[in-house]
């Protein structure tokens, strides 16, 4: 499968602690994106990157959320002291990123179930 | 600021009837929009975007810009169109983030 591909598919974690998804995007693609689902909505846009810049935060990003790209290839997705809105499908999506509008192909996502 | 709207959580439809799935969009500027798709246990997928002015499936959807909407049409439903529908704005200049609206389930019945 040469598609996006996210680890792991399900987390369930107790309120308080770490957790940390990855994020392989397609290979050789430039831009990669973090969303939010919750359930009842539609994605919510968090972070995205430019190779390894993250250029843009949501404000949906509190302090506890952090992001990384460091090599330009994979991404992960840290939330600290975790609480229970945190609950949601956390998807990534990648882009070639060369243009403006370049369709961007999704993961199959991690849900987060915060107890 | 930029919000997507999708009135209808659920849309139900007998197959061969024509579908209208409705969205409205509020953006100050020129968007760009989608239509992104999900069926039953896969990951979301781009079904069309309003500047290929293409028809996919069997879909298509015009940007209307004076009332600011871009619905998906069909003339013929299939079971197969059973499926969660997000209709998705992008501002240029903004390296094409997405925001979607809240989703329409689009469940086609014999």
């Known amino acids: 499968d040469t598609g996006v591909s996210q680890d792991p598919r399900h987390k369930i974690t107790k309120r308080g602690q770490n957790v940390t998804f990855r994020c392989d995007p397609i290979s050789e693609h430039n831009r990669l994106y973090w969303y939010r689902q919750t359930l009842g909505q539609g994605p919510e846009f968090l972070t995205y990157?430019?190779?390894?810049?993250?250029?843009?935060k949501s404000r949906l990003l509190s302090d506890r959320f952090s992001a990384e790209r460091p090599k330009g290839s994979f991404s992960t997705l840290e939330i600290q002291r975790t609480e229970q809105g945190d609950s949601a499908m956390y998807l990534c999506a990648s882009s070639p990123g060369t243009g403006g509008l370049i369709e961007q192909y999704f993961g199959p996502g991690t849900r987060l179930t915060v107890t | 600021a930029q919000r997507v709207t999708q009135p209808e959580k659920l849309l139900s439809v007998f197959k061969g009837a024509p579908v209208e799935l409705k969205c409205n969009y509020s953006?100050?500027?020129?968007?760009?929009l989608f239509w992104y798709v999900q069926y039953s246990r896969q990951r979301l997928q781009l079904l069309l975007r309003h500047i290929s002015r293409e028809s996919i499936k069997g879909f298509t959807a015009d940007l209307n810009k004076g009332e600011t909407s871009f619905h998906l049409k069909k003339p013929f439903a299939q079971e197969e169109d059973s499926a969660m529908y997000y209709c998705?704005?992008?501002?240029?200049?903004?390296?094409?983030?997405?925001?979607f609206g809240t989703g329409t389930r689009l469940q086609v019945t014999l």
């Open positions: 953006y100050s500027g020129s968007p760009e």
């Open positions: 990157f430019q190779n390894e810049a993250q250029l843009e």
């Open positions: 998705a704005l992008s501002s240029t200049g903004t390296a094409s983030k997405l925001t």
